[in-house]
């Protein structure tokens, strides 16, 4: 059940919090899905699997990184 097309992610907090918290609440959350390219084989597949721990789902190679995005 999503709230509206323009909050996303953040719909679920409804008016919770405020406009600007959750603006980059929306930012941060889609930067962390969004895909990465590997640094070994380039393909955009890695993913994050813990806070700082990256890895590629087609190569396998483990990385570590920033908590949020890769590099």
């Keep these: ?25 929306k930012a941060q959350a889609e930067q962390q899905q969004a895909r990465h390219p590997c640094p070994a084989c380039l393909r955009p597949a890695v993913e994050r699997q813990s806070a700082g721990i990256w890895a590629c789902g087609k190569c396998g190679h483990k990385f570590a990184g920033k908590a949020y995005k890769p590099a």
């Design 1 to 25: 059940m999503t709230k509206t097309k323009k909050v996303g992610l953040t719909g679920k907090y409804g008016v919770r919090y405020g406009r600007m918290i959750r603006e980059r609440v």
